[in-house]
């Protein structure tokens, strides 16, 4: 069977579960996030398949069914499972992606490590993606690959397939040539990205750092420049851009250069939190926390998402207002990195032992400043969580978007609220109501706490009124068609 649509992507679309002796196929917990912005296009093709990897024993016969078919909330689609036994996936995903490509992608160079990479086998894997992909893929299809542990792939299907459409897009940020050139596989990468028809990114300063770096190191590319797109046209802030480019031109061929930020599913979300259920959640949660200012800040157990910096903030606040002892209390939910994930564990271990430190010294028998979770919650519980707050304080050294920030906006619907947003995080090009803070400045990360727990409650109305239209307005569907749109135009 042949595809119009081929979406590469390392994880599968679904959640497998043993249920009593029996494999079955269940829908991500949260219907946010890459997995399901990314299925929402089956529902917009007649024939598309996603390809993913399935860890197999090595030097065995694969014991799993290569392709399945799965039918959920977004249609009837097939799923080619690419066997990788685990000495594969541990080189490609926890080594090479983690310690090599993810501190320079963050612009983390200092945690830069190429001492355990194996790039042949990295390399290996781009392939077996790539004839997969080639596998499924009518004449003349759109292969749709996802994300920078893929960087490989495009010229592999260029090689093994000229006539396909080629998409490419980014969910993390993409650094500066002077980070970005650290890497010895340079040349590859940007060779292997420049065979595609279509680059995608979220914000501008992504997208032109990586035409900046293709020009540096191919000197014959020429660009077509434009005017910032109207939601992006933050200026005066960290990622501020004042042209965009939307196309390069390189050996007789046009890439696309796609940027647009992914929106969330606002209307999903208000039906979760004003639900019956969802009201009486929320009010649980209130009650159970017993804050009078509650702080909530979500994201996972990473160098890059800032849980330390915010952590110290928070002890600092405690130490500089001793009149909200008592009364504010955190909601931290960072979630534990996976099995493998050896460069995550000195992070998580760090993060406890602040937690414990401002416990054990603000606590009393009564009130426990800070709440911790690294056990990732359902959705319902995540978006109620978000109603429930005051504040959500989001604040990332680095961040490709930060889908989570909208999410809260979307719970809040138009309530009193105070959305704190690292500067560094894409959606900070969005918007522009949050309160903007630096996350390297101890000053700033002070100062835009105290402006959001004194913030006067007609301003925080009017900042969230403000967020709701426009998340309401660039949602998932709108990101969808913007994309379909690019595809048909390719």
């Given at each position: 069977?042949?595809?119009?649509?081929?979406?590469?992507?390392?994880?599968?679309?679904?959640?497998?579960?043993?249920?009593?002796?029996?494999?079955?196929?269940?829908?991500?917990?949260?219907?946010?996030?890459?997995?399901?912005?990314?299925?929402?296009?089956?529902?917009?093709?007649?024939?598309?398949?996603?390809?993913?990897?399935?860890?197999?024993?090595?030097?065995?016969?694969?014991?799993?069914?290569?392709?399945?078919?799965?039918?959920?909330?977004?249609?009837?689609?097939?799923?080619?499972?690419?066997?990788?036994?685990?000495?594969?996936?541990?080189?490609?995903?926890?080594?090479?992606?983690?310690?090599?490509?993810?501190?320079?992608?963050?612009?983390?160079?200092?945690?830069?490590?190429?001492?355990?990479?194996?790039?042949?086998?990295?390399?290996?894997?781009?392939?077996?993606?790539?004839?997969?992909?080639?596998?499924?893929?009518?004449?003349?299809?759109?292969?749709?690959?996802?994300?920078?542990?893929?960087?490989?792939?495009?010229?592999?299907?260029?090689?093994?397939?000229?006539?396909?459409?080629?998409?490419?897009?980014?969910?993390?940020?993409?650094?500066?040539?002077?980070?970005?050139?650290?890497?010895?596989?340079?040349?590859?990468?940007?060779?292997?990205?420049?065979?595609?028809?279509?680059?995608?990114?979220?914000?501008?300063?992504?997208?032109?750092?990586?035409?900046?770096?293709?020009?540096?190191?191919?000197?014959?590319?020429?660009?077509?420049?434009?005017?910032?797109?109207?939601?992006?046209?933050?200026?005066?802030?960290?990622?501020?851009?004042?042209?965009?480019?939307?196309?390069?031109?390189?050996?007789?061929?046009?890439?696309?250069?796609?940027?647009?930020?992914?929106?969330?599913?606002?209307?999903?979300?208000?039906?979760?939190?004003?639900?019956?259920?969802?009201?009486?959640?929320?009010?649980?949660?209130?009650?159970?926390?017993?804050?009078?200012?509650?702080?909530?800040?979500?994201?996972?157990?990473?160098?890059?998402?800032?849980?330390?910096?915010?952590?110290?903030?928070?002890?600092?606040?405690?130490?500089?207002?001793?009149?909200?002892?008592?009364?504010?209390?955190?909601?931290?939910?960072?979630?534990?990195?996976?099995?493998?994930?050896?460069?995550?564990?000195?992070?998580?271990?760090?993060?406890?032992?602040?937690?414990?430190?401002?416990?054990?010294?603000?606590?009393?028998?009564?009130?426990?400043?800070?709440?911790?979770?690294?056990?990732?919650?359902?959705?319902?519980?995540?978006?109620?969580?978000?109603?429930?707050?005051?504040?959500?304080?989001?604040?990332?050294?680095?961040?490709?978007?930060?889908?989570?920030?909208?999410?809260?906006?979307?719970?809040?619907?138009?309530?009193?609220?105070?959305?704190?947003?690292?500067?560094?995080?894409?959606?900070?090009?969005?918007?522009?109501?949050?309160?903007?803070?630096?996350?390297?400045?101890?000053?700033?990360?002070?100062?835009?706490?105290?402006?959001?727990?004194?913030?006067?409650?007609?301003?925080?109305?009017?900042?969230?009124?403000?967020?709701?239209?426009?998340?309401?307005?660039?949602?998932?569907?709108?990101?969808?068609?913007?994309?379909l749109d690019k595809f048909k135009s390719l």
């Amino acid at each position: 069977m042949s595809f119009e649509l081929v979406v590469v992507y390392h994880r599968q679309p679904y959640e497998e579960v043993i249920e009593n002796g029996k494999v079955e196929f269940r829908e991500p917990r949260s219907p946010n996030g890459i997995i399901p912005a990314i299925k929402g296009f089956f529902s917009q093709v007649d024939k598309a398949v996603w390809v993913a990897w399935k860890k197999s024993p090595a030097g065995k016969p694969v014991a799993f069914e290569r392709r399945i078919t799965v039918d959920d909330s977004f249609g009837n689609y097939d799923v080619v499972r690419l066997p990788l036994d685990a000495p594969h996936i541990h080189q490609f995903y926890h080594v090479t992606s983690k310690e090599s490509l993810w501190p320079v992608i963050n612009s983390f160079p200092w945690l830069y490590s190429s001492e355990n990479t194996n790039w042949l086998m990295f390399r290996e894997v781009n392939k077996r993606f790539a004839q997969a992909a080639c596998e499924q893929a009518a004449q003349g299809a759109v292969v749709w690959i996802h994300d920078y542990n893929l960087w490989l792939v495009p010229k592999f299907i260029r090689d093994m397939r000229p006539d396909l459409k080629i998409a490419f897009f980014h969910h993390t940020s993409f650094p500066a040539a002077d980070i970005f050139n650290i890497l010895p596989w340079r040349d590859e990468i940007v060779e292997s990205l420049l065979a595609c028809d279509m680059v995608g990114f979220h914000i501008p300063r992504f997208s032109q750092n990586f035409c900046n770096i293709a020009q540096g190191l191919r000197c014959e590319i020429t660009r077509e420049d434009s005017d910032i797109p109207e939601p992006m046209r933050t200026m005066n802030s960290a990622l501020s851009e004042p042209k965009v480019t939307t196309a390069l031109h390189y050996k007789g061929r046009k890439i696309v250069i796609d940027t647009w930020p992914i929106g969330t599913s606002p209307d999903l979300i208000k039906e979760t939190v004003e639900s019956p259920e969802g009201l009486a959640r929320t009010a649980k949660i209130r009650a159970d926390l017993n804050a009078e200012i509650l702080i909530t800040s979500v994201s996972r157990v990473d160098y890059a998402k800032g849980g330390r910096q915010q952590l110290e903030a928070f002890e600092r606040l405690l130490k500089r207002r001793p009149e909200l002892i008592g009364r504010v209390k955190l909601l931290l939910v960072t979630v534990a990195a996976a099995e493998g994930m050896e460069v995550y564990r000195a992070e998580q271990t760090k993060i406890e032992q602040l937690v414990g430190r401002i416990n054990g010294h603000f606590g009393t028998l009564n009130w426990t400043p800070i709440h911790l979770s690294t056990t990732p919650l359902a959705f319902e519980e995540v978006v109620c969580a978000y109603r429930a707050s005051d504040i959500a304080w989001i604040t990332p050294l680095r961040d490709g978007l930060n889908l989570v920030a909208k999410e809260f906006i979307a719970a809040k619907q138009g309530e009193d609220g105070v959305l704190i947003l690292s500067e560094f995080s894409g959606a900070a090009m969005e918007l522009k109501d949050a309160v903007l803070v630096n996350p390297f400045s101890l000053n700033s990360l002070d100062a835009t706490l105290d402006q959001a727990i004194d913030m006067p409650l007609e301003e925080k109305r009017s900042r969230m009124r403000n967020l709701l239209e426009h998340v309401n307005k660039y949602d998932i569907k709108y990101w969808t068609q913007h994309v379909l749109d690019k595809f048909k135009s390719l």
